[in-house]
């Protein structure tokens, strides 16, 4: 069995949950490979060994990985997907962070789960992406252009708002005069859309929601899609520019440019305890049902 490892390593005492990972593999003999400047940061502290394989970018991960560690926070998490890709190697998320909604190992019980993780005992859940395409196209935006939460458009240099025209399977929606509009799937759901005042929505859902980002239209609304739609934007605005965002990962398009924003040919696995479920997760981050009558 071959694992990849990737962290961003911005949390206090992180390298005892590292330490811990690494001691629970090698003990299994499985191959290890750490992503090359999370390696750089791990070696800032001698105590931890650190002979193990490296790769440098999603290039050099491949078909040979039967699964891949993301050890952070969600935005580790969705960086991790960025070398994945389609190759479809299940996604482990060790929360080392603070909410870890995606990232559902929690720190305290690393040796056991990652125990459980080799033993074959988890379950994969298969999440949705986003993908886009844009005219002209944009190198900025390259070919990591899928997210596996949102694609945001935004407006940049400006306090003004700006349009986002709408269009769903070519059919006018409407013109969002707005901060933005967030696109999200069922996974992203759970966060910026919900801050906008997006539905949460099972990650197994077939849909997409489109939220708009504090709108001036007074009667605009989250509005929920079947996920085998084709979402078309176009934005113009004072500034002549505007943000645009896939995960953590930005570009800046020019005014006007086309957009368009599709279900990505693939998805992401990522496995899970077999006690974790969302619901679970629903009531233990979002503390939903939390109530003194209880």
Not at 11 to 38: D, P, R
Request: glycine content about 8%; proline content about 3%.
């Amino acid at each position: 069995m071959k694992v990849g490892i990737y962290g961003q390593f911005y949390h206090k005492y992180s390298e005892q949950s590292i330490q811990l990972i690494l001691n629970a593999l090698k003990k299994t003999g499985i191959e290890v490979a750490v992503e090359k400047n999370f390696l750089k940061l791990i070696k800032h502290h001698e105590e931890i060994d650190t002979n193990v394989a490296t790769f440098s970018s999603f290039t050099e991960v491949d078909h040979s990985y039967d699964l891949f560690f993301s050890i952070g926070g969600d935005g580790t998490l969705l960086k991790s997907i960025t070398f994945v890709r389609d190759l479809g190697i299940p996604i482990v998320g060790i929360n080392t962070g603070t909410l870890g909604f995606l990232a559902t190992i929690q720190k305290e019980k690393i040796t056991e789960s990652i125990n459980q993780i080799i033993a074959g005992n988890f379950k994969i859940t298969e999440r949705s992406l986003l993908a886009i395409e844009t005219e002209p196209g944009y190198d900025e935006i390259g070919e990591l252009n899928f997210a596996l939460n949102e694609i945001a458009i935004n407006r940049k240099n400006t306090t003004s708002m700006i349009k986002v025209e709408t269009f769903v399977d070519e059919e006018h929606l409407a013109s969002y005069w707005s901060d933005g509009l967030i696109v999200s799937t069922p996974t992203g759901s759970t966060g910026y859309s919900l801050s906008c005042g997006g539905p949460i929505m099972d990650p197994g859902s077939k849909s997409i929601v489109l939220t708009p980002i504090a709108p001036h239209n007074l009667n605009a609304r989250p509005f929920v899609i079947p996920d085998d739609s084709e979402i078309t934007l176009k934005v113009s605005g004072r500034a002549k520019s505007y943000l645009i965002s896939l995960d953590s990962r930005t570009a800046t398009l020019k005014d006007n440019t086309v957009i368009r924003i599709r279900k990505a040919p693939f998805s992401i696995k990522l496995a899970q305890l077999k006690e974790d479920s969302f619901i679970k997760t629903l009531r233990e981050k979002l503390l939903w049902g939390e109530d003194k009558r209880n």
